[in-house]
């Protein structure tokens, strides 16, 4: 079984590598538009067979390290974007997407080629103090969305007050496709990283010796901020949309400039011992 997870976390970044050539073709040079892509699929069912197995080889669920986790989310997105994909008949969109899944699983498989064999004793932890992080991913997963078609938003609406309609102008998705895609991520990764917040403190045994050391650490800590940071960015958002009445055009500059605080807070989190 060891041997399977590590040529599976080899193969996957050649995998998503394909998919974004292959979506890449399809952005710049407008071909199968609307075309679904069974490729896609099958990227997302061996994924999510290299997550089981290595659940099952290690003894925990795949969320325990922070590589892990990189892997998971790459997964996430890349499912997301497959339901979006079969839903709006549109894959103009997926190069974007899948860049990140693709830097998020490179990422992952370079930090796991030292561990993706170990044994299952080596990074075991209580399933129980990993479950708040399921909504976490859910969360991180819509933010990205948010953060994507904010950012391409922000660039067509660009290009069209300048009016410049060149070829990246001219195969981007509508602009008001765009903005209500942003903002309906954003609320789904809000509503997502509230019960990531509500549910954090459950995972702790009051009074343990475990619990204590947890919350002492620095890592857990910074975890605990960029929660907390990350609901006050996107709730500051929400109230100016519903209360300020904001515009796409803030919602998304908001969206990006909230994924950008909350991936750099996440990677230092990542790096510490």
């Not at 040529?7 to 199968?32: K, M, S």
């Not at 509503?191 to 620095?218: D, H, K, R, Y």
């Amino acid at each position: 079984m060891a041997w399977l997870i590590v040529i599976g976390n080899w193969l996957l970044p050649l995998l998503y590598l394909a998919l974004l050539i292959d979506y890449g073709a399809t952005f710049f040079l407008r071909t199968r538009t609307q075309n679904r892509h069974p490729w896609l699929w099958g990227v997302i069912v061996a994924h999510l067979g290299y997550l089981v197995l290595r659940g099952v080889h290690l003894g925990h669920p795949p969320l325990a390290a922070p590589a892990e986790i990189l892997s998971a989310l790459a997964w996430a997105m890349a499912a997301v974007y497959a339901v979006v994909e079969v839903a709006g008949r549109d894959r103009r969109s997926g190069v974007f997407v899948l860049s990140l899944a693709f830097i998020f699983q490179y990422t992952s498989s370079h930090m796991l080629a030292g561990i993706a064999a170990a044994p299952p004793a080596a990074l075991a932890e209580p399933v129980l103090a990993r479950v708040h992080l399921i909504p976490a991913l859910l969360a991180y997963t819509a933010f990205a969305f948010a953060a994507i078609y904010g950012l391409l938003y922000l660039l067509a609406q660009r290009d069209l007050r300048h009016r410049r309609f060149g070829v990246f102008f001219d195969r981007l998705p509508p602009l008001d496709l765009l903005g209500r895609m942003t903002w309906f991520a954003l609320v789904t990764g809000f509503i997502f990283i509230s019960i990531t917040i509500v549910t954090g403190p459950l995972m702790f045994a009051p009074g343990s010796e475990a619990a204590q050391a947890a919350l002492a650490s620095t890592k857990v800590l910074l975890k605990i901020v960029t929660g907390g940071v990350a609901w006050v960015i996107y709730a500051a958002a929400i109230l100016g949309r519903w209360l300020g009445k904001w515009g796409p055009q803030r919602i998304s500059a908001i969206a990006v400039a909230g994924y950008a605080v909350v991936m750099v807070l996440l990677i230092a989190s990542a790096l510490l011992s």
